[in-house]
């Protein structure tokens, strides 16, 4: 793993040698321009001997592990890579900050005195040193490490160890087999389908499900109906040339003189005596562990696409390759429910009891073990075969139960669980390595938001330039591929099925923490943090289990780049200015939550700083020497008491992400919910902003408005009716512009939005608007409105049933009405709405009838109905919508009360209600 913490390294010494800092100092040095360039020679060397290791390693990473001399030699190199990383943040610091965007250094005024020249030679003494350990680490893996051509057994132990736990997979009986039920019969149900056509079966999930293990109960059960079956295990590393001879092993088992003909025969030959013999035949055949879909391509080319009822049946970690499959042929594999986890538990755990029935004593702590296992079944029979030989005493039970997460480290009797996650981790390419191992620094079952995450990837520096794609966008595909590997769990998804929420396998969480402590990716953060703190030289610290005795400071503050605060006590409050003053070099400061009320003029030094989280804080105001960080990405204060922000705010030309708004109404139902902050003077500068939550609408800032054109996501505040025009004609300067909020200043002003924004997905509109501009202005056309999914009205005051002219809309998925619509009636029409999953209808008084018509809205899911005062009746034609799961009810009167509960439209429907205060 030490090739990421090299990658980081590398990326480091690029930044500073591509802004040309040598050549700016000299220019005002001059008599150290020599030393300088010598300077930016000798980084420039080590970055290519890094570079170079890190190639090495990432092939080192898969083919030796296990082995103590390249686990201490590796120990050695994270080392110099972290010396090299803290050399040129000094460097940076000392020579000058950037200027501008990615050219110029301007110097410290203090850089001509004695002590900053003296830095300026110790700085250069340490690169010539980390050039001689680098020489030194070379000679070292040349007299010690073997890499290729050492002991291969123990080189290659994780994968033979997982390659032996599936053939144990292979071996098991059906009786153990637990909660499988379903997806076995499905399964047989495909195999044993009536289409002649080849079809290609796939087991998809995180390793530890017991994708092999349901494919050999199903393969034993189902292959005497075929005329030829094979099973071949791929794995990672494997040989094309091995498997197709293991094939023909199996198909020409009887038939000596073929298997001696192939003897001699090259890969070609091979392949075509495959192909030639499967035409011909009825076969099955099972490609065990599946890791890319490169590997099934190669290998299906032999394998015939007769027209006899074939079946291919692949199982795998990663979603590219189960999309392989045949359509609607995919078998998700999912983690146990608590009943069947229980079941597996007692099974392994109890063997030789009646029924295999737990100890009563023993049930609650049985329990908690289970639960911890999270439903994975391998974890389940690993934990319950240790057991099995354990005393049965509540003292040992206590035991296990209270240090599992080391037991699943260290034990070895549960080295299969590690063998077969740590595999995944393994074969993850090195650039998501690092973001894989960040998820893993917060709580057990923390629930991580997509644009959050991706956010702090893009601050840590983990994420790389991709053609024309933003940052944001690269880390959104890294996310994609983590969960499509199984390595994060997908929660939720919004409306229109963009990824919203996910989760880590508990499992999986501790074995990357362990990963992270041995390899100084982070700062334990245990209950007594202030004794591990003082342990550990990691560089990312996560608190999330703080206690009010955290009073001294931690030994390694002056390593730290990360720090996060998840929660905070009265322990937290002095850590802000501690940081600013040991922790020059902090890269992610996340503080949302903390009680503190003001921000250090110390917080300007932190010249590296990227990220800078304030959210949910007492701040009130931010100090002038905030704009001195000149590398802020984002600057969050979202629900913080901060009304202004300095003047020189627009000096942050880097700054991609601004959230400065604090909520007012937290039911966001009156008109004016919320504020933000102006930025009245050259708002222009500021042209790498994607998102701005939220300004406040004033002439100057209007005016500059069109410049900021990569807005993704925009929210206007204050807006009057005059400033349309102005604000229609910025917008259109903004082509990837995602997401446009406006409120009106009062509920008076109309909002006339003459804009076509072919890119906009979601819009939220609070204040009047025009009966006409639902029919004429382009952000309601159909074309115009293509990509639109989720649509907010709120004070339209429309009188006119707005339901016709916004059912060209075809793509919504999330509709919301607050208080929109004056009317009286409101009619969803046959074949409207046909994508729409969330409908809101909230504050209409008038609103006394609600009809939906056969055939509209056919994919709803969930309708909520709140304040409703003229309604009466439940909305005839309610039953049509089959598609609903959730329907809700909010502030009805007793007397609609009854009326729900005596309505056959609604039985068998779940819903929910809240009366009237």
């Not at 608190?543 to 905070?568: A, E, Y």
């Amino acid at each position: 793993m030490a090739e990421i913490v090299i990658l980081l390294a590398i990326k480091k010494i690029g930044i500073a040698l591509a802004n040309g800092a040598a050549h700016q100092a000299s220019a005002l040095v001059g008599k150290y321009k020599t030393q300088l360039q010598e300077l930016q020679r000798s980084m420039d060397r080590v970055m290519r001997e890094l570079r170079v290791m890190h190639d090495f390693l990432c092939q080192m990473d898969i083919r030796n592990r296990n082995l103590q001399v390249q686990e201490s030699w590796l120990g050695e190199v994270r080392k110099v890579a972290h010396l090299m990383e803290d050399t040129v943040d000094e460097y940076l610091y000392q020579v000058g900050r950037e200027h501008d965007i990615g050219c110029c250094f301007y110097l410290n005024k203090g850089f001509k005195k004695p002590r900053s020249l003296l830095s300026l030679n110790m700085i250069a003494f340490n690169v010539k040193e980390i050039e001689k350990d680098l020489s030194h680490l070379y000679e070292t893996k040349n007299r010690w490490v073997l890499v290729n051509g050492g002991d291969t057994g123990s080189s290659n132990y994780i994968v033979e160890r997982s390659q032996d736990l599936a053939n144990i997979s292979r071996s098991l009986d059906d009786e153990d087999l637990v909660g499988v039920d379903e997806n076995k019969e499905k399964l047989v149900m495909w195999l044993a389908g009536d289409d002649l056509e080849r079809s290609v079966v796939a087991l998809l999930g995180m390793g530890g499900l017991g994708k092999t293990t349901l494919a050999a109960s199903v393969y034993k059960k189902v292959r005497e109906k075929f005329q030829c079956h094979v099973w071949v295990s791929i794995s990672q590393n494997y040989s094309k040339e091995d498997v197709l001879r293991n094939i023909i092993k199996k198909l020409f088992e009887h038939n000596v003189s073929v298997l001696c003909s192939t003897v001699a025969m090259d890969i070609t030959c091979l392949e075509e005596t495959v192909k030639k013999f499967l035409e011909q035949h009825k076969y099955l055949i099972v490609l065990d562990d599946v890791w890319t879909p490169e590997a099934f391509d190669d290998l299906s080319r032999a394998l015939a696409q007769n027209d006899k009822g074939s079946r291919l049946i692949i199982t795998t970690r990663e979603g590219s390759v189960a999309a392989l499959a045949s359509r609607g042929h995919i078998l998700t594999m999912e983690a146990l429910p608590e009943d069947k986890a229980w079941d597996l538990f007692c099974k392994k755990a109890f063997p030789r009891d009646t029924n295999h029935e737990c100890n009563v004593e023993l049930k609650p702590l049985s329990e908690e073990i289970v639960s911890k296992c999270k439903g994975l079944p391998l974890a389940i029979v690993s934990v319950g075969s240790l057991l099995r030989v354990r005393e049965k005493s509540m003292e040992e039970w206590r035991r296990i139960n209270n240090q599992l997460s080391w037991e699943l480290v260290n034990n070895s009797s549960l080295s299969d669980i590690r063998n077969v996650l740590h595999l995944s981790f393994i074969y993850l390419p090195t650039h998501l390595k690092n973001c894989f191992l960040y998820c893993s620094l917060f709580p057990e079952d923390y629930l991580f938001k997509r644009k959050e995450l991706v956010r702090l990837w893009t601050a840590e520096g983990f994420i790389e330039e991709r053609g024309e794609s933003t940052l944001e966008e690269v880390a959104e595909g890294y996310l994609k591929e983590l969960i499509d590997r199984n390595m994060l769990r997908l929660v939720k998804r919004n409306s229109f099925g963009r990824m919203k929420k996910f989760r880590m396998h508990d499992i999986l969480r501790e074995l990357a923490m362990d990963l992270c402590q041995k390899n100084c990716f982070c700062v334990k953060n245990e209950n007594k943090c202030g004794e591990s703190l003082q342990k550990d030289d990691g560089r990312r610290l996560v608190l999330h289990k703080l206690k009010n005795d955290m009073q001294q400071p931690f030994s390694n503050m002056h390593q730290l780049r990360t720090v996060i605060t998840l929660g905070g006590s009265k322990s937290t409050l002095d850590l802000l200015p501690r940081l600013c003053d040991k922790s020059r070099y902090m890269t992610v400061l996340e503080l949302s939550g903390l009680p503190f009320d003001r921000i250090p003029n110390a917080i300007g030094d932190l010249f590296n700083l990227r990220h800078l989280g304030l959210r949910n804080t007492k701040v009130k105001l931010l100090p002038k020497s905030v704009t001195k960080l000149s590398n802020l990405l984002t600057l969050d204060l979202y629900r913080s008491d901060i009304h202004e922000l300095p003047s020189g705010i627009v000096k942050l030309k880097k700054l991609r992400h601004l959230f400065a708004e604090k909520t007012i109404d937290p039911d966001w139902r009156g008109i004016a919910c919320c504020h933000g902050v102006c930025i009245p003077n050259d708002l222009g500068n500021l042209t790498n902003l994607q998102t701005l939550y939220a300004l406040e609408a004033q002439d100057e800032s209007l005016r500059l408005l069109g410049e900021l054109r990569q807005l993704r996501s925009l929210r206007l505040l204050n807006v009057k009716g005059s400033y349309c025009g102005r604000i229609s004609e910025s917008l259109v300067q903004m082509r990837h512009l995602s997401l446009l909020s406006v409120n009106a200043s009062d509920g008076n002003e109309v909002l006339l939005l003459n804009v076509l924004l072919p890119s906009l997905q979601k819009l939220r509109l609070r204040g009047r608007l025009a009966e006409w501009s639902l029919d004429e202005s382009p952000l309601f056309q159909g074309v115009g409105g293509q990509n639109l999914y989720e649509l907010s009205l709120y004070w339209s005051q429309l009188r006119e049933d707005p339901l016709p002219s916004l059912s060209r809309l075809s793509n919504l998925t999330c509709l919301q009405f607050t208080r929109a619509y004056n009317g009286e009636q409101l009619t969803f029409l046959s074949g409207w709405f046909p994508k729409l999953k969330i409908l809101f209808l909230r504050d209409l008084p008038n609103l006394n009838r609600l009809e939906i018509q056969q055939g509209a809205m056919a994919s709803l899911e969930k309708l909520y109905l709140t304040n409703l005062n003229s309604m009466t009746e439940v909305p005839p034609g309610i039953e049509f919508l089959l598609s609903l799961q959730y329907l809700t009810f909010r502030q009805i009167t007793n007397d609609f009360l009854s009326v729900l509960r005596g309505c056959s439209a609604i039985e068998g429907t779940q819903w929910q209600h809240t009366l009237r205060r």
